[in-house]
């Protein structure tokens, strides 16, 4: 059974830091494509960075130079450093896998954990 835990959510004040982990299970790691999105409220949900299989990063413009992504694939799990926390970052952040090969035909989600920053 394919799973996507996320944890580290909660709340921050501004200025603060953050870390997002993700735990997968039931699919070879290495075989995908690790990503964080976001959803605030009333709004859609945004790519915020991503980590290929050979570790490749892609940040969302908005958060470039305040969070890191990583992944660990011994352990199984992808990261997500958030530091310097704005009031806009406050979302539900959901992991997201996607075949290094397949895209959209294989990919998974989490089921999201909220990040709020408020002072």
């Known amino acids: 059974q394919v799973q996507l835990v996320e944890s580290g959510g909660g709340l921050v004040q501004p200025g603060g830091s953050l870390r997002l982990s993700c735990t997968a299970s039931g699919f070879v790691f290495i075989h995908f494509n690790m990503a964080w999105f976001r959803q605030a409220p009333g709004k859609g949900r945004e790519l915020v960075a991503s980590?290929?299989?050979?570790?490749?990063?892609v940040y969302a413009d908005s958060v470039k130079g305040r969070f890191t992504i990583s992944r660990d694939n011994e352990k199984n799990t992808a990261h997500l450093q958030m530091n310097n926390l704005k009031f806009e970052d406050t979302a539900v952040y959901y992991c997201?896998?996607?075949?290094?090969?397949?895209?959209?035909?294989?990919?998974?989600w989490g089921q999201g954990t909220q990040v709020t920053v408020s002072s």
């Open positions: 980590i290929n299989h050979d570790a490749t990063t």
């Open positions: 997201y896998a996607s075949h290094v090969l397949l895209g959209s035909q294989a990919e998974y």
